[in-house]
Protein backbone atom coordinates (compact mmCIF):
# COMPACT_ATOMS: atom_id res chain seq x y z
CA UNK A 1 0.00 0.00 0.00
CA UNK A 2 0.94 3.58 -0.24
CA UNK A 3 2.58 2.63 -3.59
CA UNK A 4 0.70 3.32 -7.19
CA UNK A 5 -1.49 0.81 -8.42
CA UNK A 6 0.32 -1.67 -10.65
CA UNK A 7 -2.50 -2.32 -13.40
CA UNK A 8 -2.68 -4.32 -16.96
CA UNK A 9 -1.15 -1.57 -19.70
CA UNK A 10 -2.29 -1.93 -23.33
CA UNK A 11 -0.27 0.02 -25.94
CA UNK A 12 -2.51 1.57 -28.34
CA UNK A 13 -0.83 3.83 -31.19
CA UNK A 14 1.65 5.01 -28.42
CA UNK A 15 -0.88 6.09 -26.07
CA UNK A 16 -1.19 4.02 -22.92
CA UNK A 17 -4.13 3.33 -21.95
CA UNK A 18 -4.99 1.59 -18.66
CA UNK A 19 -7.57 -1.32 -18.25
CA UNK A 20 -8.36 0.00 -14.41
CA UNK A 21 -7.03 3.63 -12.88
CA UNK A 22 -4.04 4.07 -12.12
CA UNK A 23 -4.07 6.09 -8.78
CA UNK A 24 -1.84 6.91 -6.14
CA UNK A 25 -3.88 5.80 -2.88
CA UNK A 26 -2.08 8.06 -0.33
CA UNK A 27 -3.14 10.94 -2.89
CA UNK A 28 -7.04 10.57 -3.16
CA UNK A 29 -6.28 10.58 1.17
CA UNK A 30 -4.82 14.19 0.99
CA UNK A 31 -7.64 14.95 -1.70
CA UNK A 32 -10.02 14.22 0.71
CA UNK A 33 -8.59 15.82 3.89
CA UNK A 34 -8.49 18.99 1.11
CA UNK A 35 -12.11 18.98 0.47
CA UNK A 36 -13.00 18.27 4.57
CA UNK A 37 -11.12 21.36 4.63
CA UNK A 38 -13.19 23.14 2.46
CA UNK A 39 -16.34 21.97 3.13
CA UNK A 40 -15.57 22.57 6.96
CA UNK A 41 -14.59 26.07 6.25
CA UNK A 42 -17.95 27.06 4.11
CA UNK A 43 -20.34 25.27 6.32
CA UNK A 44 -19.29 24.48 9.78
CA UNK A 45 -20.37 28.63 11.32
CA UNK A 46 -23.75 27.90 9.76
CA UNK A 47 -24.53 24.54 10.79
CA UNK A 48 -23.85 26.43 14.36
CA UNK A 49 -26.34 28.95 13.88
CA UNK A 50 -28.71 25.27 14.06
CA UNK A 51 -27.47 24.82 18.04
CA UNK A 52 -26.57 25.84 21.08
CA UNK A 53 -23.28 27.77 21.56
CA UNK A 54 -20.55 25.19 22.34
CA UNK A 55 -17.07 25.79 23.89
CA UNK A 56 -15.52 23.18 21.68
CA UNK A 57 -17.29 24.49 18.37
CA UNK A 58 -16.12 28.22 19.19
CA UNK A 59 -12.32 26.92 19.66
CA UNK A 60 -12.60 25.35 16.04
CA UNK A 61 -14.53 28.38 14.35
CA UNK A 62 -11.64 30.40 15.72
CA UNK A 63 -8.89 27.85 14.36
CA UNK A 64 -10.73 28.25 11.17
CA UNK A 65 -10.10 32.00 11.57
CA UNK A 66 -6.57 31.49 12.24
CA UNK A 67 -5.13 28.82 9.52
CA UNK A 68 -8.43 29.08 6.83
CA UNK A 69 -9.14 25.73 6.00
CA UNK A 70 -10.66 26.58 3.04
CA UNK A 71 -7.78 28.26 1.33
CA UNK A 72 -5.44 25.54 3.04
CA UNK A 73 -7.50 22.87 1.26
CA UNK A 74 -7.39 24.84 -2.25
CA UNK A 75 -4.04 25.29 -1.94
CA UNK A 76 -3.24 21.45 -0.77
CA UNK A 77 -5.32 20.72 -4.08
CA UNK A 78 -3.14 23.16 -6.39
CA UNK A 79 0.17 20.88 -4.98
CA UNK A 80 -1.58 17.83 -5.57
CA UNK A 81 -2.39 18.55 -8.95
CA UNK A 82 1.04 19.64 -9.56
CA UNK A 83 2.09 16.18 -8.65
CA UNK A 84 -0.08 14.43 -10.52
CA UNK A 85 -1.48 16.41 -13.29
CA UNK A 86 1.97 17.04 -15.90
CA UNK A 87 2.60 13.58 -15.33
CA UNK A 88 -0.58 12.40 -17.34
CA UNK A 89 1.96 14.27 -20.52
CA UNK A 90 5.14 12.34 -20.03
CA UNK A 91 5.88 9.24 -21.54
CA UNK A 92 3.10 9.16 -24.33
CA UNK A 93 2.95 8.82 -28.02
CA UNK A 94 1.26 9.99 -30.85
CA UNK A 95 -0.90 13.30 -30.49
CA UNK A 96 -0.44 13.98 -27.05
CA UNK A 97 -1.59 17.12 -26.40
CA UNK A 98 -5.03 17.14 -27.90
CA UNK A 99 -5.66 14.13 -26.05
CA UNK A 100 -4.28 15.30 -22.91
CA UNK A 101 -6.68 18.59 -23.39
CA UNK A 102 -9.46 16.31 -24.47
CA UNK A 103 -8.89 14.22 -21.34
CA UNK A 104 -8.65 17.59 -18.98
CA UNK A 105 -12.10 18.76 -20.49
CA UNK A 106 -14.35 16.19 -19.93
CA UNK A 107 -13.03 15.84 -16.24
CA UNK A 108 -13.47 19.60 -15.78
CA UNK A 109 -16.53 20.67 -17.08
CA UNK A 110 -19.36 18.10 -17.05
CA UNK A 111 -19.38 18.25 -13.35
CA UNK A 112 -19.42 21.41 -13.11
CA UNK A 113 -21.49 22.14 -15.69
CA UNK A 114 -24.36 19.97 -13.97
CA UNK A 115 -22.94 22.15 -10.57
CA UNK A 116 -23.52 25.19 -12.18
CA UNK A 117 -27.37 24.42 -13.40
CA UNK A 118 -28.05 23.27 -9.87
CA UNK A 119 -27.13 26.79 -8.47
CA UNK A 120 -29.12 28.12 -10.83
CA UNK A 121 -32.21 26.65 -10.11
CA UNK A 122 -31.60 26.29 -6.14
CA UNK A 123 -29.88 29.20 -5.37
CA UNK A 124 -29.26 31.84 -8.12
CA UNK A 125 -32.54 32.02 -9.80
CA UNK A 126 -32.45 34.00 -13.19
CA UNK A 127 -29.23 35.53 -14.26
CA UNK A 128 -28.57 37.39 -17.51
CA UNK A 129 -27.95 34.95 -20.28
CA UNK A 130 -24.44 36.26 -21.49
CA UNK A 131 -22.96 35.69 -17.46
CA UNK A 132 -24.56 32.30 -17.73
CA UNK A 133 -22.57 31.19 -21.18
CA UNK A 134 -19.42 33.13 -19.64
CA UNK A 135 -19.33 31.16 -16.56
CA UNK A 136 -20.16 28.22 -18.68
CA UNK A 137 -16.29 28.06 -20.14
CA UNK A 138 -14.65 28.51 -16.91
CA UNK A 139 -13.04 31.66 -18.66
CA UNK A 140 -15.60 34.59 -17.47
CA UNK A 141 -13.02 36.40 -14.53
CA UNK A 142 -11.02 37.32 -17.91
CA UNK A 143 -13.47 39.66 -19.04
CA UNK A 144 -14.66 41.25 -15.83
CA UNK A 145 -18.32 39.18 -14.99
CA UNK A 146 -18.69 37.28 -11.76
CA UNK A 147 -18.16 33.74 -10.43
CA UNK A 148 -21.88 32.54 -10.39
CA UNK A 149 -20.41 29.48 -8.51
CA UNK A 150 -17.62 30.36 -5.92
CA UNK A 151 -15.39 27.98 -6.38
CA UNK A 152 -14.58 28.18 -9.91
CA UNK A 153 -11.62 30.93 -9.72
CA UNK A 154 -9.55 27.86 -8.85
CA UNK A 155 -11.18 25.86 -11.46
CA UNK A 156 -9.60 28.75 -13.65
CA UNK A 157 -6.35 28.67 -12.17
CA UNK A 158 -6.19 24.67 -12.85
CA UNK A 159 -7.08 25.40 -16.52
CA UNK A 160 -3.95 28.18 -16.79
CA UNK A 161 -1.68 25.18 -15.02
CA UNK A 162 -3.36 22.70 -17.64
CA UNK A 163 -2.17 25.59 -20.13
CA UNK A 164 1.07 25.64 -18.88
CA UNK A 165 2.00 21.77 -18.90
CA UNK A 166 0.83 21.24 -22.40
CA UNK A 167 3.21 24.65 -23.49
CA UNK A 168 6.09 22.91 -21.39
CA UNK A 169 5.50 19.98 -23.15
CA UNK A 170 5.41 20.71 -26.66
CA UNK A 171 8.81 22.94 -26.10
CA UNK A 172 10.51 19.84 -24.57
CA UNK A 173 10.61 21.32 -21.43
CA UNK A 174 8.49 19.67 -19.47
CA UNK A 175 10.30 16.82 -18.88
CA UNK A 176 13.38 18.02 -17.66
CA UNK A 177 13.74 18.43 -13.91
CA UNK A 178 16.50 20.86 -13.86
CA UNK A 179 14.38 23.66 -15.85
CA UNK A 180 11.16 22.70 -14.00
CA UNK A 181 13.31 23.71 -10.93
CA UNK A 182 14.69 26.59 -12.52
CA UNK A 183 11.08 27.77 -13.29
CA UNK A 184 9.88 27.08 -9.85
CA UNK A 185 13.11 29.57 -8.72
CA UNK A 186 12.23 32.35 -11.16
CA UNK A 187 8.21 32.18 -9.48
CA UNK A 188 9.80 32.42 -6.40
CA UNK A 189 12.01 35.35 -6.49
CA UNK A 190 8.99 37.28 -8.81
CA UNK A 191 7.24 36.47 -5.51
CA UNK A 192 9.95 37.85 -3.49
CA UNK A 193 10.11 41.04 -5.83
CA UNK A 194 6.76 41.93 -5.01
CA UNK A 195 7.48 42.13 -1.31
CA UNK A 196 10.61 43.97 -2.44
CA UNK A 197 8.46 46.22 -4.73
CA UNK A 198 5.84 46.61 -1.72
CA UNK A 199 8.51 47.85 0.99
CA UNK A 200 9.91 50.22 -1.88
CA UNK A 201 6.65 51.97 -1.57
CA UNK A 202 5.97 51.08 -5.43
CA UNK A 203 2.75 49.87 -6.82
CA UNK A 204 1.85 46.67 -5.47
CA UNK A 205 2.49 43.71 -8.34
CA UNK A 206 0.12 40.74 -8.36
CA UNK A 207 1.03 38.03 -5.82
CA UNK A 208 -1.70 35.45 -5.74
CA UNK A 209 -1.89 33.55 -8.84
CA UNK A 210 1.98 33.69 -8.70
CA UNK A 211 1.59 32.14 -5.53
CA UNK A 212 -1.06 29.00 -7.04
CA UNK A 213 1.35 28.04 -10.29
CA UNK A 214 4.33 27.84 -7.55
CA UNK A 215 2.64 25.44 -5.25
CA UNK A 216 1.32 23.61 -8.24
CA UNK A 217 5.22 23.56 -9.80
CA UNK A 218 6.32 22.61 -6.74
CA UNK A 219 3.98 19.62 -6.62
CA UNK A 220 5.39 18.71 -9.88
CA UNK A 221 8.97 19.06 -8.57
CA UNK A 222 7.94 17.06 -5.69
CA UNK A 223 6.98 13.89 -7.91
CA UNK A 224 10.32 14.37 -10.04
CA UNK A 225 12.07 13.59 -6.60
CA UNK A 226 10.01 10.82 -5.76
CA UNK A 227 10.52 8.90 -9.02
CA UNK A 228 14.32 9.34 -8.32
CA UNK A 229 14.44 11.60 -11.41
CA UNK A 230 15.93 14.98 -9.71
CA UNK A 231 17.87 14.76 -6.43
CA UNK A 232 16.36 15.13 -3.04
CA UNK A 233 17.00 15.22 0.60
CA UNK A 234 18.83 18.74 1.36
CA UNK A 235 18.44 20.48 -1.95
CA UNK A 236 14.74 20.00 -1.60
CA UNK A 237 14.29 20.97 1.87
CA UNK A 238 16.23 24.13 1.01
CA UNK A 239 13.95 24.59 -1.79
CA UNK A 240 10.71 24.32 0.64
CA UNK A 241 12.40 26.54 3.19
CA UNK A 242 13.16 29.13 0.64
CA UNK A 243 9.39 29.58 -1.12
CA UNK A 244 8.15 29.27 2.87
CA UNK A 245 10.17 32.41 3.80
CA UNK A 246 9.15 34.32 0.61
CA UNK A 247 5.60 33.48 1.35
CA UNK A 248 5.96 34.98 4.72
CA UNK A 249 7.67 38.34 3.34
CA UNK A 250 4.95 38.39 0.96
CA UNK A 251 1.90 38.13 3.32
CA UNK A 252 3.75 40.32 5.96
CA UNK A 253 5.09 43.05 3.73
CA UNK A 254 1.49 43.09 1.94
CA UNK A 255 -1.25 42.36 4.59
CA UNK A 256 0.63 43.85 7.43
CA UNK A 257 -0.82 47.32 6.56
CA UNK A 258 -3.31 49.04 8.43
CA UNK A 259 -4.35 50.78 5.12
CA UNK A 260 -5.60 47.49 3.86
CA UNK A 261 -8.47 46.42 6.24
CA UNK A 262 -9.39 43.08 6.95
CA UNK A 263 -6.26 41.34 5.10
CA UNK A 264 -4.63 40.07 7.82
CA UNK A 265 -0.97 38.45 6.88
CA UNK A 266 -1.74 35.40 8.54
CA UNK A 267 -4.63 34.30 6.69
CA UNK A 268 -2.59 34.94 3.62
CA UNK A 269 0.67 32.67 4.94
CA UNK A 270 -0.97 30.14 7.36
CA UNK A 271 -2.97 28.28 4.90
CA UNK A 272 0.25 27.97 2.35
CA UNK A 273 2.52 26.91 4.98
CA UNK A 274 -0.12 24.38 6.32
CA UNK A 275 -0.90 23.01 2.89
CA UNK A 276 3.58 22.37 2.15
CA UNK A 277 3.64 20.67 5.63
CA UNK A 278 0.67 18.70 5.16
CA UNK A 279 1.67 17.57 1.87
CA UNK A 280 5.05 16.76 3.02
CA UNK A 281 3.90 14.69 6.02
CA UNK A 282 1.49 13.10 4.17
CA UNK A 283 3.03 11.86 0.99
CA UNK A 284 6.04 10.71 3.09
CA UNK A 285 6.34 9.52 6.36
CA UNK A 286 2.41 9.56 7.22
CA UNK A 287 0.91 8.13 4.26
CA UNK A 288 -2.72 7.06 4.44
CA UNK A 289 -4.11 4.35 2.59
CA UNK A 290 -7.48 4.12 4.02
CA UNK A 291 -10.40 3.04 1.79
CA UNK A 292 -13.02 5.40 2.73
CA UNK A 293 -10.45 7.95 2.66
CA UNK A 294 -9.71 6.97 -0.74
CA UNK A 295 -13.18 6.99 -1.66
CA UNK A 296 -13.68 10.45 -0.75
CA UNK A 297 -11.06 11.63 -2.29
CA UNK A 298 -12.51 10.01 -5.59
CA UNK A 299 -15.25 11.72 -5.32
CA UNK A 300 -13.74 15.29 -3.98
CA UNK A 301 -14.62 17.11 -6.64
CA UNK A 302 -18.42 16.40 -6.22
CA UNK A 303 -17.81 17.19 -2.77
CA UNK A 304 -15.86 20.56 -3.68
CA UNK A 305 -18.37 21.74 -5.83
CA UNK A 306 -21.29 21.01 -4.43
CA UNK A 307 -20.85 21.43 -0.62
CA UNK A 308 -21.92 24.57 -0.31
CA UNK A 309 -25.77 23.90 -2.35
CA UNK A 310 -26.49 21.04 -0.14
CA UNK A 311 -25.76 23.09 2.82
CA UNK A 312 -28.47 25.51 1.81
CA UNK A 313 -30.99 23.04 1.30
CA UNK A 314 -29.94 20.68 4.59
CA UNK A 315 -29.03 22.48 6.86
CA UNK A 316 -32.79 23.73 7.73
CA UNK A 317 -34.09 20.62 8.04
CA UNK A 318 -31.42 19.02 10.13
CA UNK A 319 -31.92 22.13 11.94
CA UNK A 320 -35.73 21.25 12.37
CA UNK A 321 -35.49 17.75 12.82
CA UNK A 322 -32.70 17.04 15.31
CA UNK A 323 -34.20 20.29 17.60
CA UNK A 324 -31.35 22.50 19.83
CA UNK A 325 -28.37 19.34 19.70
CA UNK A 326 -24.95 19.62 19.27
CA UNK A 327 -23.52 21.23 16.29
CA UNK A 328 -21.33 18.28 15.22
CA UNK A 329 -24.61 16.14 14.86
CA UNK A 330 -25.78 18.76 12.42
CA UNK A 331 -22.86 18.86 10.86
CA UNK A 332 -22.27 15.46 10.60
CA UNK A 333 -25.77 15.47 8.83
CA UNK A 334 -24.89 17.71 6.08
CA UNK A 335 -21.46 15.68 5.75
CA UNK A 336 -23.29 12.55 5.61
CA UNK A 337 -25.23 14.33 3.16
CA UNK A 338 -22.43 15.64 0.68
CA UNK A 339 -20.88 12.33 0.67
CA UNK A 340 -24.12 10.45 -0.63
CA UNK A 341 -25.13 12.93 -3.47
CA UNK A 342 -21.41 13.67 -4.58
CA UNK A 343 -20.92 9.43 -4.69
CA UNK A 344 -24.24 9.78 -6.45
CA UNK A 345 -23.21 12.41 -8.93
CA UNK A 346 -19.60 10.60 -9.39
CA UNK A 347 -20.84 7.63 -10.15
CA UNK A 348 -23.65 9.11 -12.89
CA UNK A 349 -21.80 11.99 -14.14
CA UNK A 350 -18.23 12.36 -13.28
CA UNK A 351 -17.07 8.59 -13.90
CA UNK A 352 -18.53 8.20 -17.32
CA UNK A 353 -17.62 11.73 -18.54
CA UNK A 354 -14.10 10.47 -18.01
CA UNK A 355 -14.56 7.31 -19.21
CA UNK A 356 -16.04 9.18 -22.49
CA UNK A 357 -13.16 11.72 -22.86
CA UNK A 358 -10.43 8.65 -22.40
CA UNK A 359 -11.51 6.58 -25.08
CA UNK A 360 -11.72 10.15 -27.18
CA UNK A 361 -8.05 10.96 -26.01
CA UNK A 362 -7.00 7.39 -27.06
CA UNK A 363 -9.01 7.69 -30.60
CA UNK A 364 -7.37 11.05 -30.73
CA UNK A 365 -3.91 9.78 -30.71
CA UNK A 366 -4.03 7.04 -32.40
CA UNK A 367 -4.84 8.54 -35.49
CA UNK A 368 -1.22 9.93 -35.83
CA UNK A 369 -0.60 6.35 -37.12
CA UNK A 370 -3.42 6.89 -39.29
CA UNK A 371 -2.17 10.07 -41.03
CA UNK A 372 1.48 9.85 -41.16
Known amino acids: MGQILVVQEVNRGGFTASTS ?5 HIDSMRALAALLVVTHHTFNHAAAYAPVSALAVAISAVNAFV ?4 FGVDLFFIISGYVIPFSLLGRAGRVVPAFLVSRAFRLY ?4 VTLGAYLLVMLGPT ?3 VIALNATLLHRLVGVIDLVGQSWTLQVELVFYALSAV ?3 IGILSRPKIIAALFCVISFYLLATAVVRLAGWPLLPFGWPTFIALMVGGTLLRFIDDGKLPGGALAALAVAAFIMIKFAVAVLVFADPSRSGNLWTQHFNPVFAAVVTFL ?5 FRL ?10 ISYSVY ?3 PLIATLVLPVAGAVVGQTSVFVIFLILLISVLAVSSATYLLVERPCIEFGHRLARRLATRQGADS
Open 21 to 25: SVRLG
Open 68 to 71: DFGR
Open 110 to 113: PMYW
Open 128 to 130: DGR
Open 168 to 170: LFM
Open 281 to 285: LMNGR
Open 289 to 298: NWRPAAWVGT
Open 305 to 307: LLH
